[in-house]
């Protein structure tokens, strides 16, 4: 597809959250995939709400996400600036324009007029909106209002009795009546332009194709067609994103849980897993793989894939999905991520020895199979952290009762401190010669030694725990278990 240039546009009053993040992905796909350009630009006009912080946050996000752009904010480009309050001129100059072609004029209603014109018609029944009370005002009417303080605002005039057919690449054909939507303010009076005047400004000036955003705009569109009109501009093309829902079918809130990038970050999950998660939020792939790196989501997306029907965000989903990644990571690299968990929890020090670290490596190596994100480790890890540990629940306390437990715990404790040091293989040929010794059959063996060392029935296999948790300390739990065994 030639000349595909697409946008994403987020307005830094707060964090990346995972909807955004979805909007910014599927233009970046939409880029890569047609071989366009992805533009990023902030969208800052609510002065009060809009900071550098929140803007920082989006950059990091969408980076640690993968997400690059060709054109914007810190990369800069040829349609630049891209940030809105440096580009006021620009739609002061556009809104000039308007009110010189007659299609805008001066509105010096105050809030409270505004208010009490919205009260009564919402006491009517009728659909809030303006009446257009400043449309006509003439010279003398201006002045006088003008001499009062008043500071004008620039609204747009909307055409009576026009139906707006907005041509929608995911939702088809979508009409709205003009008569329901009142001449709205295009710069306000303190001469910051509104969102749907700067978003059709700069889609124009900065040749957006395609806008591609979450339906929340939808009902925002006819107005912005109604400004490309006005203009004589060309429309794009539109493709709003179904709303993302909570497994409960409600809006996705906090409610929820997490909702910005920045928390699944800390939480511990993989941006590649986020990625695969987010680009099945409302697009499905052609076949039944689900599991789909950036890449092969990138070869493979298109808007006719993008559901109508809403997404629902299902936390389970996201985590098999992290889980998947996270077995599928290097020792080297599942270290990284867990070792400033862990450090937190003050069970690792600052300073970590190339011995230490290398013991981390086989520790997550173990327990990757048990975890759905990152911070879990500190939990998981516990047990090769902790002084002692004790029989967690009444069924590890139950396996404790059994008769030959004390053989087999004093036996096992015997071989190990025999041993000069242990590794899996050893520690398997221990196991099998502990069982031949006393005549027992696996579980009987297996259960009483897991429930020693690790206090539970369940986890992973002993030969890989006990080279992680060392001879010694193994041994000190056996002989522990033994005492509280009372025999
Ligand atoms: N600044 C708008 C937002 O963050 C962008 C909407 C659009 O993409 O047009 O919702």
New binding site residues.
Partial sequence: MPGVRV?????P?GPLHIG?AR?ALFNWLFARRHGGTFVLRI?DTDLERSTRSSEENILASLRWLGLDWDEGVEVGGPHGPYRQTQRLELYRGYARRLLEAGIAYHCYCTEEELAAERADLMARGELPRYLGRCRDLCQAEKARLEREGRRPAVRFKVPADQTVVVDDLVRGEVSFECSGIGDFIIVKSDGIPT?NFA?VVD?HCMEISH????E??LS?TPR?VLLYRALGWPLPEFAHVSLILGKDRSKMSKRHGATSIEQYMEMGYLPEALVNFLALLGWSPGGEEEVLSLDQIREQFSLDRVAKNPAVFDLDKLNWLNGYYIRQSSPERLADLAVPYLQREGLLPREISPDRRRWVEMMVSLLKDYLNNMSEIVRRADVFFAETVDPVDGEALEVMRQAEVPAVLGRMRDKLKAASGVDEESVKKMLKELGRELGLGGKKVFMPLRVAITGQVHGPDLHRIIPILGAERTARRLERALTAAGR
Avoid: K
């Fill in positions: 946008r994403f546009a987020p307005s009053t955004g909007s969208e969102y978003v889609d806008v591609i955003r979450a929340e705009h925002n912005q």
